[in-house]
Nanobody
Framework: QVQLVESGGGLVQAGGSLRLSCAASGSIISINIMGWYRQVPGKQRELVAHITSGGKVNYADSVKGRFIISRDNAKNTVYLQMNSLKPDDTAAYYC????????????????WGQGTQVTVSS
């Protein structure tokens, strides 16, 4: 099994910054893709950014130039540095990890964090 623990959410003013962290633990064999999604009530969950095991990154157009995703493979942790935050960034942010574990018999499977709320005020 793989467990994800998120931290770093909170309330900030427009133009401010936050750094989200997501640490994976458990019987992990390997981790492929790590990423962040966000969801506003009543709307579909959307990809914010993801990063591969080799460091290749991908960002949603709405956050390009403002957010930076990174990972520490030794700590099985992915980060999301959010700068120049806007009210439209307000959402619940979910960590997503594609990993294999003993329980999955070496097969890749998606795991999700509990979600952390980010609220950006005007």
């Amino acid at each position: 099994q793989v467990q994800l623990v998120e931290s770093g959410g909170g309330l900030v003013q427009a133009g401010g910054s936050l750094r989200l962290s997501c640490a994976a633990s458990g019987s992990i064999i390997s981790i492929n893709i790590m990423g962040w999604y966000r969801q506003v009530p009543g709307k579909q969950r959307e990809l914010v950014a993801h990063i591969t095991s080799g460091g290749k990154v991908n960002y949603a157009d709405s956050v390009k130039g403002r957010f930076i995703i990174s990972r520490d493979n030794a700590k099985n942790t992915v980060y999301l540095q959010m700068n120049s935050l806007k009210p439209d960034d307000t959402a619940a942010y979910y960590c997503n990890v594609e990993a294999s574990s003993l329980g999955s018999y070496y097969q890749l499977f998606d795991y999700w964090g509990q979600g952390t709320q980010v609220t950006v005020s005007s």
